[in-house]
């Protein structure tokens, strides 16, 4: 079936440790993104990327890397400068900009 | 600036009974627009799109949203509410280029016997 795959569902890491969140896409899909949701807040964009070796940075990027070396994967790494990194985080690809997103299950990252 | 507002954080509404939840939008032309739904836990779901034409639109799960531009707004309708409609609800909205989309901060939606 295609679809969007994050890994882990559930991820508890130490403060100051660094952390890769995966997402992985079979849709043939161009564009992936990465959010942020906490609650009463909605869902914040970190870092997006259209083509494949190329990404640009969202709203809420400091703190943050990405990759995106092949088409259907997207990490997401969650440094040790990012100062509240628990929350729970959505991956989602489209085939181009001004389309719908398709979303994946989502990772809940924990800092202790 | 392009936003998408919804003005509702929390609604409950009585098994049964309809329900409307209101999404805005600020933009200078008309944007795409879509409304999801989010289980406790879960990714967000599709529920249905506008992009242009018919401004009343149907989605998944008896849903149907209106495209109102005098208003600027894309609220989201269903009749009859039933239990598993709980969830959180969120509009977003497409602008222009190649920007990704932008949500609103989404409406809680409880459903109550």
């Known amino acids: 079936d295609g679809g969007i795959t994050q890994s882990p569902k559930y991820l508890f890491r130490k403060e100051g440790q660094n952390v890769t969140l995966s997402c992985e896409q079979n849709l043939n899909h161009d564009a992936m993104y990465w959010y942020r949701q906490d609650p009463g807040q909605g869902l914040r964009l970190i870092y997006y990327s259209q083509i494949v070796n190329d990404f640009q940075k969202g709203d809420i990027a400091e703190g943050y890397s990405v990759s995106r070396e092949k088409k259907e994967s997207f990490p997401l790494t969650v440094t040790s400068a990012q100062k509240n990194p628990t929350a729970f985080y959505l991956c989602a690809s489209s085939t181009r900009a001004l389309t719908e997103a398709f979303f994946g299950q989502g990772t809940r990252l924990t800092v202790v | 600036a392009q936003s998408v507002t919804q003005p509702d954080i929390h609604i409950t509404v009585s098994e049964g009974a309809s329900l409307e939840l209101r999404c805005n939008y600020s933009?200078?032309?008309?944007?795409?627009l879509f409304w999801y739904v989010q289980s406790p836990g879960q990714g967000l779901q599709l529920l249905l799109k506008?992009?242009?034409?018919?401004?009343l639109v149907q989605g998944i799960k008896g849903f149907e949203a209106e495209f109102k531009r005098s208003q600027s707004s894309f609220n989201l309708r269903k009749p009859s509410v039933h239990w598993s409609d709980a969830a959180e609800y969120f509009c977003?909205?497409?602008?222009?280029?190649?920007?990704?989309?932008?949500f609103g901060k989404g409406t809680r939606l409880s459903v109550i016997a």
């Open positions: 977003a909205g497409a602008f222009s280029g190649n920007t990704p989309l932008v």
């Open positions: 506008y992009f242009s034409g018919d401004t």
């Open positions: 933009y200078g032309a008309t944007p795409y």
